[in-house]
């Protein structure tokens, strides 16, 4: 696990009904914004506790969406 992914809900909440939440936080740390965790999080909603308990083990991290958005500009400028 060395790359970082980071993910909004509704892909957070396809890869839990398929099953892969334990299986891409194995192969990437799973990065989210605050808002996006809380809202994947809540309860009833496929892969609350599943990204509760990857939280956890240090596999999912909240992050300020500010940071993301950072990120993101970074390694598109790094392609370049």
Do not use: C, W
């Amino acid at each position: 696990m060395g790359r970082k992914v980071a993910i909004e809900a509704s892909t957070a909440i396809i890869i839990a009904k398929a099953g892969l939440s334990d299986h891409l936080s194995n192969l990437y740390h799973i990065a989210m914004a605050k808002s996006v965790f809380e809202e994947v999080t809540r309860q009833n909603l496929p892969g609350s506790k599943e990204y509760l308990q990857l939280e956890r083990e240090q596999k999912v991290r909240r992050e300020l969406q500010d940071e993301l958005n950072k990120q993101k500009y970074a390694a598109k400028k790094g392609k370049k």
